[in-house]
């Protein structure tokens, strides 16, 4: 069996290599991420900053399944939409020296979520910082603020909201 994938291997690793145009083989790194370099200018209020990664930008509806009795008396099922939640959206970047992020989370720390919460947008370039996407969040407030003890020198932020929209 091993020498049977040994051959496939070989077979695909030549057909691999014949099909480059440039007649050099081309190794992908499994590490590496799946795009090119991507940066994130977060902006809320008077507060802008850079993210060097971003994710959960989102929404979900539960899904609500209700009985159904066709005329012909068969059970069934019917599955709509329910009510809908804004995943959290989780930015890192280096640490930097301003306070900015720092005195919003305390806001809500102090319990004023209320002046906490901004309208927010998120933009996305690409590595020539080209925008290449747009959301925004509805009342927006800092749930977290993390100083990355397995990457030092990292903060990671996490935010929620009431509503996200990509917008571009």
Do not use: H
């Not at 990664?53 to 939409?81: F, H, I, L, T």
């Not at 319990?111 to 925008?131: E, Q, V």
Request: charged content about 20%; hydrophobic content about 40%.
């Amino acid at each position: 069996m091993k020498t049977l994938t040994g051959i496939i291997s070989v077979i695909l690793g030549v057909a691999a290599f014949s099909a480059n145009a440039g007649g050099t083989a081309v190794a992908e790194d499994p590490n590496a991420n799946s795009g090119p370099a991507t940066y994130f200018e977060f902006s809320a209020g008077a507060i802008t900053t850079y993210f060097t990664d971003c994710k959960g930008m989102g929404s979900q509806n539960e899904v609500v399944e209700s009985k159904v009795v066709s005329g012909r008396g068969e059970m069934g099922a019917v599955k709509v939409p329910g009510r809908m939640s804004v995943r959290n959206l989780t930015c890192s970047k280096a640490l930097g020296k301003s306070l900015e992020l720092w005195n919003w989370r305390q806001q809500v720390a102090d319990g004023n979520i209320g002046r906490a919460r901004y309208d927010a947008t998120l933009i996305a370039y690409d590595a020539s910082m080209t925008p290449i996407a747009e959301w925004s969040f509805s009342r927006a407030w800092p749930v977290s603020v993390d100083y990355n003890e397995t990457t030092p020198g990292k903060e990671t932020l996490i935010f929620a909201a009431e509503r996200v929209q990509r917008v571009k």
